[in-house]
């Protein structure tokens, strides 16, 4: 069974700090996905890395899949209050039809 | 494209009664998904289908959780009968599963209680 432990499991700073949160598996994932979840709604993806090494932004997120791709970072510059949201990562094994979920990061960015 | 639709939104009943959860997938995705999600477990795959066939129902709680997809574009998730350890928020998702990716669209989720 594949695992990917996300840390921390909750973060709290203030407005205008960065931060970052982690991905980690000890196996080996040909994709990886990052969704950010607000309460009451369902988890809206942000962005897939496949190549390992592999470094995406999208405005003031960083994203990077590990050179062995079975870990992953998500960067956040300069937050702000609408970051809050739980952040999860979810791996994809081409031989199976399904993504593995880690269990999220809470994160509130307070103003 | 309107996205993943679910309904109903939320939904309250009594221990005993069947649910009925009910979700419209993006027009052309092959995977469909069912989620529960707890503050105490988080995210659980229930589900999953591939061109309407079950593929994967290990997640499945119990024997009194089934899951249908007659066709492309419906799929339902039914409790019969309903116990309060149900009570979560249920997701629906869809992906297009192409090269083995799945990135997933979901739905706005049903909130069920059961009392």
């Known amino acids: 069974t594949q695992l990917l432990e996300q840390s921390p499991q909750f973060l709290s700073i203030q407005e205008g700090e960065n931060l970052t949160v982690y991905c980690n598996s000890s196996?080996?994932?040909?994709?990886l996905q990052w969704y950010r979840q607000e309460p009451g709604e369902g988890p809206v993806l942000l962005v897939t890395?496949?190549?390992?090494?592999e470094v995406k932004k999208l405005k003031r997120l960083t994203f990077q899949f590990g050179d062995a791709r079975k870990d992953s970072s998500l960067h956040i510059t300069a937050a702000q209050p609408g970051d809050t949201g739980l952040y999860l990562c979810?791996?994809?094994?081409?031989?199976?039809?399904?993504?593995?979920f880690g269990d999220g990061t809470t994160l509130t960015v307070k103003p | 494209d309107a996205g993943v639709i679910q309904s109903p939104r939320h939904e309250v009943t009594e221990m005993g009664q069947e649910v009925t959860l009910r979700c419209k997938p993006i027009?052309?995705?092959?995977?469909l998904f069912w989620y529960r999600q707890t503050m105490m477990r988080g995210l659980e795959l229930l589900i999953y289908f591939n061109n309407n066939v079950p593929i994967d129902d290990s997640g499945m709680p119990e024997d009194r959780f089934s899951a249908k997809m007659p066709n492309a574009s419906f799929s339902t998730l039914k409790i019969q009968p309903s116990e309060p350890r149900d009570s979560a928020v249920y997701f629906c998702?869809?992906?297009?599963?192409?090269?083995?990716?799945?990135?997933?669209?979901f739905g706005p989720g049903t909130r069920l209680t059961v009392t």
């Open positions: 998702a869809s992906s297009l599963g192409d090269r083995g990716r799945h990135e997933q669209y």
């Open positions: 196996s080996v994932f040909s994709s």
């Open positions: 027009s052309g995705h092959d995977y």
């Open positions: 890395v496949v190549t390992g090494g």
């Open positions: 979810a791996g994809d094994d081409s031989n199976a039809g399904k993504s593995t």
